[in-house]
């Protein structure tokens, strides 16, 4: 391919994109629907013209059939009259008349056949016309939905959906955390709660055993009715310091067990 071909057909791809583009719909269909109109009228005038024409030439081809008849019978009332002379010129003028009649036959057919063709051009143009009146309401309503259809798309994709997506998301997870958060203090206040009675129970339970441990180290009391002892025997019978040593070391062992609970 030459430079020139190819220069040729760049310059030609880019006319024929801009007046794609400089084409509007809605407007080359009101263009064409006036020139179809202005085509209407001019069939309607051509129609109008050629069904003049087939009336005159009807008229023309009528008076020469008149006339014909006319000097047929001249021709016959001059032989009547035994003018032979007057008769021949009689048919000569009625062979003329015949002669144009003929011609005035063919051209009232022919005319007669364009008539009918016209008219029928004409039922079709106006039949298309109203279609093309139809077609370009349905086209207008289409572009129209094809306008709105185009802005609402670029209206969405102008929008960040991601960033508002994302939005959404962060917000969803903030209530997720919140939703958690107040379960778990939920369950902490019941833990705590149950923790509690567990160690009123756990400090009766020690208190009993304290009490028995105490009951079981305590001397057993002497009975009202026996006699009271010589002071010997009472210091006989007092605790020994080392006893009460193990006691305190015991109960020192059982308190420590019980603040480690």
Not at 233 to 260: C, F, G
Request: charged share 30%; hydrophobic share 35%.
């Amino acid at each position: 391919m030459g430079l020139f071909d190819r220069i040729k057909r760049v310059v030609s791809s880019n006319l024929n994109d801009l007046v794609n583009k400089a084409e509007d719909p809605e407007k080359m269909l009101e263009q064409a629907i006036l020139e179809m109109q202005e085509d209407l009228v001019q069939l309607r005038q051509g129609v109008a013209q050629a069904i003049a024409a087939q009336k005159r030439s009807e008229k023309q081809y009528n008076d020469a059939q008149n006339e014909i008849n006319k000097w047929q019978r001249n021709a016959q009332l001059a032989l009547q009259k035994g003018d032979e002379n007057l008769a021949r010129q009689a048919l000569e003028r009625k062979k003329t008349y015949t002669d144009t009649s003929t011609a005035l036959k063919a051209s009232l057919d022919t005319q007669s056949t364009q008539v009918e063709t016209l008219k029928r051009n004409l039922i079709q143009l106006e039949s298309k016309i109203s279609e093309a009146k139809t077609k370009k309401e349905m086209l207008r309503a289409r572009i129209t939905t094809a306008k709105a259809q185009e802005q609402l798309q670029n209206m969405v994709s102008g929008m960040n959906t991601s960033s508002a997506m994302s939005a959404f998301e962060r917000m969803e997870e903030k209530v997720l955390m919140q939703e958690a958060r107040a379960q778990s203090a939920g369950e902490l206040a019941g833990a705590d709660l149950e923790s509690q009675f567990a160690r009123l129970e756990g400090s009766s339970d020690v208190d009993d055993e304290l009490a028995a441990l105490k009951a079981q180290m305590l001397p057993p009391a002497a009975p009202q009715n026996q006699a009271q002892l010589p002071p010997q025997q009472q210091e006989t019978t007092a605790p020994n310091p080392k006893s009460n040593e193990v006691v305190d070391a015991e109960l020192d062992s059982l308190r420590k067990q019980l603040d480690q609970l």
